[in-house]
Nanobody, 129 residues
């Protein structure tokens, strides 16, 4: 069955870095796109980045230039390198998977949580000021 397991969260000072991992099982990364999301209490789950089955990536404006998504196909794992962390980056980080849209013009939808079918349990990231 499809399973996603996040790891790598923790407490870091503002300006610091963390690298999150999302280990996938039950499917391969050339079948399912992976998205990273952040959840803050009282707010909608925010799409941060995705990597599609062909390696195409994109980022939300809030993390562009600071976060980098990558994958290791052999390990069936996706990473989110987070640099220049800010207190407002604090939250629970989730990875999720979905088949990407057939029309590449619709890839932007992979930043929307509603298109995803399977989710991990999340990992907490706390950035202190």
């Amino acid at each position: 069955q499809v399973q996603l397991v996040e790891s790598g969260g923790g407490l870091v000072q503002a300006g610091g870095s963390l690298k999150l991992s999302c280990e996938a099982s039950g499917f391969t990364l050339d079948y399912g796109a992976i998205g990273w999301f952040r959840q803050v209490p009282g707010k909608e789950r925010e799409g941060l980045s995705y990597i599609s089955t062909d390696g195409t990536t994109d980022y939300s404006d809030s993390v562009k230039g600071r976060f980098t998504i990558s994958r290791d196909v052999g390990k069936n794992t996706v990473y989110l390198q987070m640099d220049g962390l800010k207190p407002e980056d604090t939250g629970v980080y989730y990875c999720a998977t979905s088949r990407p849209p057939a029309d590449r013009k619709l890839l932007y939808m992979l930043l929307q949580h509603r298109v995803y079918d399977y989710w991990g349990r999340g990992t907490q990231v706390t950035v202190s000021s």
